[in-house]
């Protein structure tokens, strides 16, 4: 049986062609295709959705689109931005979830839209932007998890969050299985409160680094799930696969592992009723919300690990 998504790498990679980010980024974020994985443009937009989905038991994190800035300004308003988002999820009201005592609202963050890519002194500019924004979620009780990119920049990233742990113990970080490193960061990375957040991977990646057939980055979550599920961290299992959903309910029940030990995740938009349904069996449940108007590295992603995707958002280029 063949498993590799033939149009995955072709949408990943004509994602990168400047026409069609300029044809496509005419779609207003209002359309249906967009809305549907996007929380809205504003912050507005974005604390109504919190709103709704804190209301319905489960949990956020919120990711201000954006990513690959070259431009300090932009970097330095992305922090801006985040430290407005952090004090208006600190204000929403948070509704008791039985047996879960972790802070129901955390922001996700990419250090290559704090800085990471400049060209002179990026990550270290990255790093201190990063502690800015821990500096202010600490005060507010709010969680900051920081997203992976691609391969390039993950040796980087994960000195940053080295770095900033001694500081901020709850700070997390996301590895992708897909990557034939994970496994060994996460045994490195599964000790006391520490907070890993692990999917599989949205980038296109060369086969040197990453495993490209589906069952193997299955297989390889799979293990990285078992190694941080045994370990005396804090594991997020993020994956809308039904295999590892299931997978981390039979470690964590082997393990003793309570909901308020580890926790489900899956994106805005995507198996709305299999996240209601885990919320409502106990499990804690945390869906990532992102908003703003850089969308289209994120919506690209998103479409290519579903190509049925792409029929809704070539209907909408067409109507727009
Ligand atoms: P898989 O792709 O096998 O999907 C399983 C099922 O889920 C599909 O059959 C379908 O039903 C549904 N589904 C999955 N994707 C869908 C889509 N786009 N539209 C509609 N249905 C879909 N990646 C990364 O590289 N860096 C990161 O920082 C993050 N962060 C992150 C946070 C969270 C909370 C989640 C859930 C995911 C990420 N990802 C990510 C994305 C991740 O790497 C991966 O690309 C997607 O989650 C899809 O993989 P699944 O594990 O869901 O399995």
């Given at each position: 049986?063949?498993?590799?998504?033939?149009?995955?790498?072709?949408?990943?990679?004509?994602?990168?062609?400047?026409?069609?980010?300029?044809?496509?980024?005419?779609?207003?974020?209002?359309?249906?295709?967009?809305?549907?994985?996007?929380?809205?443009?504003?912050?507005?937009?974005?604390i109504g959705v919190a709103r709704t989905l804190l209301n319905s038991g489960r949990m956020v994190s919120v990711?201000?689109?954006?990513?690959?800035?070259?431009?300090?300004?932009?970097?330095?308003?992305?922090?801006?931005?985040?430290?407005?988002?952090?004090?208006d999820l600190a204000a929403l009201d948070r509704p008791a979830l039985p047996g879960i005592a972790v802070p129901p609202v955390e922001?996700?963050?990419?250090?290559?839209?704090?800085?990471?890519?400049?060209?002179?002194?990026?990550?270290?500019?990255?790093?201190?932007?990063?502690?800015?924004?821990?500096?202010?979620?600490?005060?507010?009780d709010v969680w900051?998890?920081?997203?992976?990119?691609?391969?390039?920049?993950?040796?980087?990233?994960?000195?940053?969050?080295?770095?900033?742990?001694?500081?901020?113990?709850?700070?997390?970080?996301?590895?992708?299985?897909?990557?034939?490193?994970?496994?060994?960061?996460?045994?490195?990375?599964?000790?006391?409160?520490?907070?890993?957040?692990?999917?599989?991977?949205?980038?296109?990646?060369?086969?040197?680094?990453?495993?490209?057939?589906?069952?193997?980055?299955?297989?390889?979550?799979?293990?990285?799930?078992?190694?941080?599920?045994?370990?005396?961290?804090?594991?997020?299992?993020?994956?809308?696969?039904?295999?590892?959903?299931?997978?981390?309910?039979?470690?964590?029940?082997?393990?003793?592992?309570?909901p308020d030990?580890?926790e489900?995740?899956?994106?805005?938009?995507?198996?709305?009723?299999?996240q209601l349904?885990l919320a409502a069996a106990g499990s804690a449940v945390r869906v990532?919300v992102?908003?703003?108007?850089?969308?289209?590295?994120?919506?690209?992603?998103?479409?290519?690990?579903?190509?049925?995707?792409?029929?809704?958002?070539?209907?909408?280029?067409?109507?727009?």
């Amino acid at each position: 049986m063949i498993d590799v998504n033939p149009l995955r790498p072709l949408i990943l990679a004509a994602a990168e062609s400047p026409r069609l980010k300029r044809a496509l980024t005419g779609i207003p974020v209002t359309a249906d295709i967009v809305r549907r994985f996007v929380a809205g443009e504003t912050r507005i937009d974005l604390i109504g959705v919190a709103r709704t989905l804190l209301n319905s038991g489960r949990m956020v994190s919120v990711d201000f689109l954006g990513e690959n800035t070259t431009d300090r300004n932009q970097a330095d308003a992305t922090v801006a931005e985040y430290l407005s988002l952090i004090n208006d999820l600190a204000a929403l009201d948070r509704p008791a979830l039985p047996g879960i005592a972790v802070p129901p609202v955390e922001v996700s963050v990419k250090l290559s839209a704090l800085g990471q890519a400049l060209p002179v002194d990026g990550p270290a500019i990255a790093t201190e932007n990063l502690r800015i924004l821990c500096t202010k979620a600490a005060q507010a009780d709010v969680w900051v998890t920081v997203d992976a990119e691609d391969h390039t920049t993950t040796a980087a990233t994960l000195a940053t969050v080295r770095e900033l742990r001694g500081e901020f113990p709850w700070l997390g970080a996301v590895l992708q299985a897909y990557l034939h490193r994970t496994e060994t960061d996460c045994r490195e990375l599964a000790g006391p409160g520490s907070r890993i957040r692990l999917c599989k991977g949205a980038y296109r990646e060369p086969p040197e680094v990453a495993f490209q057939r589906a069952s193997e980055v299955t297989d390889s979550y799979l293990r990285c799930l078992e190694v941080l599920m045994r370990g005396e961290g804090y594991p997020m299992v993020a994956s809308h696969d039904p295999v590892p959903i299931a997978a981390a309910a039979d470690l964590a029940a082997e393990s003793g592992r309570g909901p308020d030990r580890f926790e489900y995740q899956m994106l805005y938009g995507i198996r709305d009723a299999e996240q209601l349904r885990l919320a409502a069996a106990g499990s804690a449940v945390r869906v990532y919300v992102p908003y703003g108007s850089q969308w289209y590295g994120y919506l690209t992603r998103r479409l290519a690990e579903r190509p049925a995707n792409l029929a809704f958002f070539l209907r909408a280029l067409v109507s727009k």
